[in-house]
């Protein structure tokens, strides 16, 4: 049986002052499955992640969510239709502690009112959330004390709390050390196996590109080059003409051309 189609991307593109961002980009991503986007600074992949939620319209192309063209629809329609959302830079309220931004937002989740001053109440489902990115001990903690890769994870917690069945990523990886961005990538597939979302990600490591992504995505200068399975990235010869491999042979050290 054919798996469900999450995410259609067609012909997307996008121009800025006459410079061609991203032009004619089509892919699609199942349920389920982890889709890494990669390629060197300017590729269009933050062009691509903002067209896809929404954050902007492109000049042309469709984008469809779950069968339903969604390209006019605003941020908030897509969370509502299933689309989750997180970004290199964790956006968390530093006065509020870990265990109220989760009841916060576990409460817009619900469509619920909530009061903005004083302590807000932290249910046993906003600790639950905690529990399952890894912060069960940071409920009383103020987010702007948190170490950077647990603010990640916080910002993980606040976009599975509207129960997403696709999540986008735009670098979770950034500015972790290596140990834990393995923590992370191990998260993220616990996460995929319990709820089977379907994971869309951008990142610059590639150990975790090609250790979490089942097919990867190559943008160069706007334009799609290459799609395929980890293996057949690593081997394909325009990949290597961007991303100059220390193992010219396919190793998992490609690094973007200086």
Not at 84 to 108: C, D, H, I, N, Y
Not at 169 to 175: H, L, T
């Amino acid at each position: 049986m054919t798996a469900e189609v999450v995410l259609a991307a067609e012909a997307l593109s996008k121009r800025f002052n006459g410079l061609e961002a991203l032009a004619e980009v089509s892919f699609t991503l199942y349920a389920g499955e982890t889709l890494a986007l990669i390629g060197p600074n300017g590729a269009g992949k933050t062009t691509c992640f903002k067209l896809l939620s929404g954050e902007m319209a492109p000049d042309s192309g469709k984008v469809h969510l779950f069968g339903r063209d969604v390209t006019r629809k605003s941020m908030a329609e897509r969370v509502r239709a299933g689309m989750g959302r997180s970004f290199q830079v964790p956006g968390v309220f530093a006065s509020m502690t870990a265990g109220e931004a989760a009841a916060l937002a576990l409460a817009a989740a619900g469509g619920k009112s909530f009061r903005m001053w004083g302590r807000l109440e932290v249910p046993e489902a906003a600790l639950a959330l905690l529990e399952r990115v890894g912060l069960g001990g940071a409920a009383e903690t103020p987010c702007g004390r948190l170490a950077h890769g647990d603010r990640k994870r916080l910002d993980l917690a606040l976009a599975l709390a509207q129960g997403p069945r696709l999540l986008l990523m735009d670098e979770p990886g950034a500015g972790m050390a290596p140990g834990e961005r393995r923590a992370l990538a191990a998260l993220l597939r616990a996460e995929r196996a319990r709820s089977g979302i379907a994971l869309l990600f951008t990142e610059h490591d590639m150990e975790a590109v090609f250790g979490l992504a089942d097919r990867i995505l190559v943008l160069d200068r706007g334009r799609l080059i290459a799609e395929g399975s980890p293996a057949a990235i690593r081997a394909d010869p325009r990949v290597r003409a961007v991303y100059l491999g220390e193992e010219a042979g396919g190793g998992v050290g490609l690094q973007p051309k200086p």
